[in-house]
């Protein structure tokens, strides 16, 4: 129900984050092919702590994408009355 609620609401945010969303994963999994490993060694270039680095970036945005997406696919999106009745 909530994907179906989000594009209701509002169907291009819904597109916008699913996109975005889809390209943080194979941005991610770019990241992951091409990174080293992340033991001491040769710190130039494409090195493996970078790339840990830059999959922790990825994730937090994709996790702020997805909680923006769970926002969008609540059923009444406007506050609760005050005081309660």
Do not use: C, Y
Not at 39 to 57: E, N, S, T
């Amino acid at each position: 129900m909530g994907i179906r609620t989000a594009i209701d609401h509002n169907p291009i945010v819904t597109f916008g984050l699913l996109f975005a969303a889809v390209w943080t994963l194979l941005i991610g999994l770019n990241v992951v092919t091409q990174m080293k490993s992340p033991a001491i060694g040769d710190w130039v270039g494409q090195h493996g702590f970078g790339g840990v680095m830059g999959l922790l970036v990825l994730t937090a945005f994709l996790v702020l994408i997805l909680a923006v997406f769970g926002a969008l696919g609540e059923p009444d999106p406007t506050p609760e009355e005050w005081p309660p009745e």
